[in-house]
């Protein structure tokens, strides 16, 4: 071997020798080639308080536009059967967060000790509780319900909460007369002229009597909202034990249905698509009236301008539990916290409208 290969040899020995001290100096001190760290997913099921209709639509646009996805978290959104089942399925361990009444989850809590679940986000501000009567029955206001038939299911929070209504409005509840009937005869029952007045959902009774070929003109409703009653509606609950343990995780499905949220108000014809696109089987147009309708009064509120999206006033909260726990006859009362946390609520900016 000449000279010249013999220094190539040497000098390409070397570079290998640097190459190589390179590398394993790369393998501890360069960030670029450490692993990034896995983001845990989060599996919650979750479950509403009925089917899927307009005012469902904050956590089917969240899921449907990936919102939950996005902020780690496979969620799957099943429909409910009523509140009260919705927070006993909650409470069983069949999911881990569920959609309805507060009045119902309160209820639940002082008569099942140990299982208590807590609301983090209120989405409607107002109940859509009401008294629905119809023009030519004699009854122009509240007082005239005495001495009347008012119509209902048993298990229906109008009818079980008319005590509070009757006490804001002056009504002997003593002089009202219960006919129990399933849902779906409850509009035609007035109708039919079974009953005088029905209890139930504003938006929905109003929407079924317009359905039935009812003169909207001729629909009169009393709105529990407009009588005093200060009541909060549905909101967003999880099981105790899966906040402390998942904590984050509860934090990101707030914050995904509080972005989906903000969006259903300020277009709603958008957030009808997506009903529709979830559950093929529904009136898109009748699910955007039933959905403006939550908007305009239960969901933006003066209070929820003022306070921004899911959170309460302690004060009204604290008059709430008290007139469902009269109004239920329950032995305890809540303390505001045993409630409501708004630990996972968004910063306010994020949640004004």
Not at 149 to 171: C, H, M, Q, S, Y
Not at 225 to 247: C, H, S, W
Request: hydrophobic share 45%; net charge neutral; charged share 25%.
């Amino acid at each position: 071997m000449n000279c010249c290969a013999m220094v190539a040899v040497r000098v390409l020995g070397v570079a290998v020798v640097f190459l190589v001290i390179g590398l394993v100096a790369g393998i501890f001190i360069s960030p670029i080639v450490m692993p990034p760290p896995r983001t845990e997913v989060v599996s919650i099921k979750f479950v509403l308080d009925w089917a899927i209709q307009g005012p469902q639509a904050p956590f089917v646009v969240a899921l449907e536009k990936g919102y939950f996805a996005q902020e780690g978290l496979a969620v799957i959104v099943d429909r409910g059967y009523g509140s009260a089942d919705a927070v006993t399925k909650v409470a069983s361990g069949a999911y881990q967060m569920g959609y309805g009444s507060l009045d119902a989850m309160i209820e639940f809590n002082v008569k099942n000790p140990g299982k208590e679940l807590i609301a983090v986000y209120i989405v409607l501000n107002n109940p859509p509780y009401s008294v629905i009567t119809l023009k030519g029955k004699g009854i122009n206001s509240p007082k005239d319900l005495e001495g009347k038939k008012i119509g209902a299911p048993e298990g229906d929070a109008p009818r079980r909460l008319f005590p509070v209504f009757a006490k804001a409005t002056g009504i002997d509840p003593n002089k009202v007369e219960w006919v129990s009937m399933s849902p779906p005869l409850r509009e035609p029952s007035l109708v039919k002229g079974e009953v005088d007045a029905i209890t139930g959902f504003y938006f929905t009774g109003y929407l079924n009597l317009l359905a039935l070929n009812v003169n909207p003109n001729d629909i009169i409703a009393f709105k529990y909202t407009d009588y005093g009653v200060e009541l909060y509606g549905n909101a967003i609950m999880v099981r105790k034990d899966f906040m402390q343990q998942y904590p984050d995780a509860v934090a990101k499905f707030v914050r995904a249905v509080n972005r989906a949220f903000k969006e259903v108000i300020a277009n709603p014809e958008m957030a009808a698509d997506f009903v529709k696109q979830r559950d093929p089987l529904v009136d898109r147009n009748v699910e955007l009236e039933r959905l403006k309708l939550a908007i305009k009064d239960n969901m933006v509120t003066e209070e929820v301008k003022r306070n921004g999206l899911g959170a309460v006033d302690r004060a009204r909260l604290e008059r709430a539990i008290k007139s469902v726990v009269d109004a239920f006859g329950l032995p305890r009362t809540p303390s505001v916290d045993e409630v409501f946390t708004d630990r996972f609520l968004p910063p306010k900016e994020e949640r004004t409208i």
